[in-house]
């Protein structure tokens, strides 16, 4: 038993919770928003655990392949993986096996909800860690496709087909990525160069980043109001939507008009927050 | 100065009071005062977020005087154009010249006293209706008696505003560090009176 302790202490950073945890709310509200008020329990118990083990194998499959990246970084460099606690070939079978579950018990669900998991993991995986994070600083629109693919794949499931709705929402969280990434590319420019990873300031500079970030927040903003009132939320909770959205794009434009460090990391605070929030109000 | 724990809970929970007045609303009024109260417990709730992420350091940005001037704007407008009918355009252009002034005022630089003697002007006019209007209703019988929070709540934002502005101007009433530590507080205060008062209308 105590060994299992041991264990899933050591395994449990490697799937960044609080990263995975915010995917897998998004994913949920997808589903609550197609079928709300009426809902399975055990629908929403396998979709909750299979976009939870999909989401978790990616981010260990990433953390995987990135551990010479995190072992340079000063913010990652205490990770299991980078320090060495966890072996690398340890953690490619946890990342391939929790993957593999994930998907498997998403395709038993629903072949198209399954196909919608598989395709974020292949984006994540494939597309954008082993194939362009190195490459491009472009790499991060792939990074929020994947993102997007556990709110798309939720409404799917809800619903039994891809919808515009649904389509909407993923774009939500495709553009509310960048602000959430490209405010840590910032943060942590140094990081990155050290470690030789092409990112949106060190190619364009910090100015054209945080216009990016601004521009990103509207999109975000304004297609998550969008589908809210698509979807029939009542009027009181589009208003607090529309206040948190208010506040999001006041932050982005005090990026690009008063940049500070403070303001810089409180708008990927408040951008993870908006989320969070506005998946409840999906959700309610 | 450091925000503590219990500033937090406090700013949170100012923003919890606020995003629920902003979610039920207010039964059977117009448009416009309803648009005009939630842009009004908008700006409390986002003054509550904005100050558990930023910390107190946010209340020296110059934006802070254009966002402070929304809310008794916002809220005298709902109230005018709920209870005074007769006024209901004059206010409404006074509230948006008003903001449109000011935010002119602190954005061009001037020497002269022009910024500081608009923004008491407008304040002013706009925090004694929110101070007055609900107690005249609420004592003449017109609104039930709790709605005199309102005015509590009025009052309440008003001396928190002075606090503030005549900190920023380099002349404070109180301390800094006395003005930090009773502003969570006095905020959500300011929130639950508003909130009370309005749920009694």
């Excluded at chain 1, 991060?140 to 891809?162: D, E, N, Y």
């Excluded at chain 2, 709920?82 to 005022?105: D, K, N, Q, S």
Aim: hydrophobic share 55%; charged share 10%; glycine share 10%.
């Amino acid at each position: 038993m105590r060994t299992i302790i041991r264990k899933f202490r050591l395994y449990w950073p490697l799937t960044k919770s609080l990263q995975t945890g915010l995917l897998l709310s998004t994913g949920l509200a997808g589903y609550m928003s197609a079928r709300c008020p009426v809902m399975h329990w055990y629908d929403f118990l396998g979709l909750g655990f299979s976009l939870f083990l999909a989401i978790a194998g990616s981010t260990i499959l990433n953390m995987w392949y990135d551990r010479d990246i995190d072992a340079v970084m000063n913010r990652t460099h205490h990770r299991p993986l980078a320090d060495g606690r966890v072996t690398p070939p340890e953690a490619l079978r946890l990342g391939v096996v929790i993957s593999v579950l994930g998907v498997g018990l998403a395709v038993a669900m629903s072949p198209l909800y399954g196909l919608i998991v598989f395709a974020g993991l292949f984006f994540d995986v494939v597309v954008y860690t082993l194939w362009l994070k190195r490459r491009t600083c472009w790499s991060i629109v792939w990074g929020g496709i994947s993102g997007g693919m556990p709110i798309l794949a939720g409404r799917a499931f809800g619903t039994g087909h891809i919808d515009g709705i649904g389509i909407l929402l993923a774009l939500a969280v495709l553009f509310w990525i960048p602000t959430h990434i490209l405010t840590f590319a910032m943060r942590y420019f140094d990081d990155y160069q050290a470690a030789k990873i092409p990112t949106f300031p060190s190619a364009y500079g910090l100015q054209v980043t945080r216009l990016t970030i601004a521009v990103s927040s509207v999109v975000a903003a304004l297609s998550i109001s969008a589908a809210g009132i698509l979807i029939g939320m009542q009027w009181g909770f589009v208003r607090v939507l529309a206040v948190l959205s208010a506040g999001l794009m006041l932050l982005a434009a005090a990026t690009v008009f008063r940049p500070t460090e403070r303001v810089n990391f409180g708008l990927f605070k408040y951008a993870s927050l908006f989320m969070l929030s506005a998946m409840i109000l999906l959700s309610i | 100065m450091k925000i503590t724990l219990l500033d937090r809970l406090l700013l949170l929970s100012t923003g919890f009071l606020a995003t629920w007045q902003v979610a039920v609303g207010i039964n059977g009024i117009d448009t416009l005062p309803m648009i005009a109260y939630t842009v009004g417990f908008g700006v409390l709730l986002l003054a509550g977020l904005l100050l558990i992420i930023l910390g107190f350091d946010a209340l020296d940005s110059p934006v802070v005087v254009i966002l402070s001037t929304i809310i008794p704007l916002s809220l005298s407008l709902g109230l005018v154009w709920e209870h005074l009918a007769a006024y209901r355009t004059l206010y409404l252009v006074f509230a948006i010249l008003g903001f449109l002034v000011i935010v002119i005022t602190r954005s061009v630089p001037m020497k002269n006293k022009l910024p500081v003697l608009v923004l008491a002007v407008v304040h002013g006019i706009a925090g004694m209706t929110i101070f007055l209007l609900p107690f005249l209703l609420a004592f003449t019988g017109r609104a039930a008696p709790s709605f005199a929070l309102v005015g509590l709540g009025g009052a309440l934002i008003g001396l928190g505003g002075l606090l503030l502005s005549f900190l920023k101007a380099g002349k404070p009433i109180l301390s800094r560090k006395t003005i930090l530590k009773i502003l969570p507080g006095l905020l959500l205060l300011t929130t639950a009176a508003f909130v009370l008062g309005f749920s009694a209308a």
